[in-house]
T-cell receptor
Framework: DAGVIQSPRHEVTEMGQEVTLRCKPI?????LFWYRQTMMRGLELLIYFNNNVPIDDSGMPEDRFSAKMPNASFSTLKIQPSEPRDSAVYFCATSAGRNYGYTFGSGTRLTVV | RKEVEQDPGPFNVPEGATVAFNCTYSNSASQSFFWYRQDCRKEPKLLMSVYSSGNEDGRFTAQLNRASQYISLLIRDSKLSDSATYLC???????????FGKGTHLIIQP
């Protein structure tokens, strides 16, 4: 089992550019979560999917953020346009159900300059 | 009151000592509780689930107190490799998404 795979590992982009983060979940995990982590705010839930359907996107900061899960093996988080305050580590995590813990990917460290 | 609250530390503890830290949560309807460990510049990893009756995994013991709405983690015979940030995790909204505390930083000193 390769675990949760995220790409890219690091991304440096200029303000105003579009950024796309990718996640491949563990096969058979029905839940997929996108989190953002900063020193100030810790880990924040942005959005999560159950069986590819977005369930709760109340944590998405604003309209510049969007997420999709077109199939059970792939999800994207897009920021357009990016801003310096979006700089953070973005984690994708998956789970087999609400009573199970999550398995996290290695994260994408995003820097917007 | 924050949904999940932890003492950020750092806790500086000599090797071999026992250390314990608590975490409080605000939503009494919460059903699932976990402790995660996060090493510097790495992803969080599940350490253990926390069950109502309390549970133990080797040197680690987790307890849940629903009446007072807190969970605890006890580490016995601490090792240098236990140095990390320990995240308290609760499904604070009673739904599927888990809420993470900001973590307690633990440093085991030789």
């Amino acid at each position: 089992d390769a675990g949760v795979i995220q790409s890219p590992r690091h991304e440096v982009t200029e303000m105003g550019q579009e950024v796309t983060l990718r996640c491949k979940p563990i096969s058979g995990h029905d839940y997929l979560f996108w989190y953002r982590q900063t020193m100030m705010r810790g880990l924040e839930l942005l959005i999560y999917f159950n069986n590819n359907v977005p369930i709760d996107d109340s944590g998405m900061p604003e309209d510049r953020f969007s997420a999709k899960m077109p199939n059970a093996s792939f999800s994207t988080l897009k920021i357009q346009p990016s801003e310096p305050r979006d700089s953070a580590v973005y984690f994708c995590a998956t789970s087999a159900g609400r009573n199970y813990g999550y398995t996290f990917g290695s994260g994408t460290r995003l820097t917007v300059v | 009151r924050k949904e999940v609250e932890q003492d950020p530390g750092p806790f500086n503890v000599p090797e071999g000592a026992t250390v314990a830290f608590n975490c409080t949560y605000s939503n009494s309807a919460s059903q699932s509780f976990f402790w995660y460990r996060q090493d510097c510049r790495k992803e969080p990893k599940l350490l253990m689930s926390v069950y109502s009756s309390g549970n133990e995994d080797g040197r680690f013991t987790a307890q849940l107190n629903r009446a007072s709405q807190y969970i605890s983690l006890l580490i016995r015979d601490s090792k240098l490799s236990d140095s990390a940030t320990y995240l308290c995790v609760v499904n604070a909204r009673g739904a599927d998404g888990l809420t993470f505390g900001k973590g307690t930083h633990l440093i085991i000193q030789p």
